[in-house]
């Protein structure tokens, strides 16, 4: 049988994608690839992407399909990257947060199926927040959180798209994870931040807790509250931050009180809609009954 152009070079085209630094790969990528050795693997001319493709998924490429609301993301992957990996690539700059970051940093006793992606918004001119009010607090929290609907399934995953407030990646690292993989995620300062901020995207109360107490040894509470300073929210999280160190009682009062050197002037809320509240003095703070027991 005549060999075709593609099975003479198939041996050498194996060879430059195994030895290609990016195992996770978009079909731009390929047609780039493609136009770049098409003389060197004296391939025809005329060979089109999609035939060059489907060639390759014959080798060791392999295609992933992310069906999100109002797009549909196509990823291809030589060899055997992680899934985090392959996650990483749907969108540009994007870095792992919330319950993600938690359980990469070994924070949860948990394997979570959703799998929390920040993109940033592009920077915007800065303007004038207008006043927090008590009343505007109170109403805002007895609301629902407002949650990314910007979901695809993927295998036993969820992965749901943030397009988290511009931050210029402030307190994202770079995390060594599987066989030499780097990943993109918030650092356990800003992680321990975040999941305050959107405890749904994080298990909930209970689960922002026992995170706190894990991060004992290895959280810098001066560094986390440098971050949010940096952050600049105009809701008081460092009471919800000061309650829940006290809380985890594994925390030093030198800790504990860099967050009560902030302002109090506003009574605040561990979550949004709790159903039965205690209130803490100290903290000037909202959180469910169940704290107590």
Known sequence: MKQTRFSIAKKDIISFFDSYSTKVLTYGGIAKILSENTSFWRLPVRLSVRSFVDLLL???????????????????????????????????????????????????????????????????????????????????????????????????????LINGQYTK?????????????????????????????RPSYAGGTYEILNAYIKAKDRVSINKLSAILKKLEYIYPYHQAIG??????????????????DYEMNYDFYLARQIKVKSYSKEWRLHYPEEFDI
């Open 58 to 160: 014959e080798t060791r490429l392999k295609e992933h399909i992310f069906n999100f609301p109002h797009r549909k993301i196509l990823r291809y992957t030589w060899g055997e990257p992680s899934d985090y990996n392959l996650f990483l690539s749907l969108a540009d700059n994007s870095y792992f947060t919330h319950y993600t970051a938690l359980y990469l940093h070994n924070l949860t006793d948990q394997i979570p199926k959703t799998i929390y992606l920040n993109f940033e918004q592009s920077q915007k001119r800065k303007t004038k927040d207008s006043p927090l009010e008590q009343k505007k607090i109170d109403f805002a929290f007895s609301r629902p959180q407002r949650e990314s609907a910007n979901i695809a399934e993927y295998k036993d995953y969820k992965i749901c």
């Open 243 to 260: 309650f829940y160190l006290e809380k985890a009682k594994v925390y030093g009062a030198e800790q504990i009180n860099l967050l009560k």
């Open 169 to 197: 990646k402030t307190g994202v690292v770079e995390l060594n994870f599987d066989e030499g993989e780097n990943l993109s995620v918030t650092n356990v300062e800003r992680t321990l931040i975040d999941i305050i901020v």
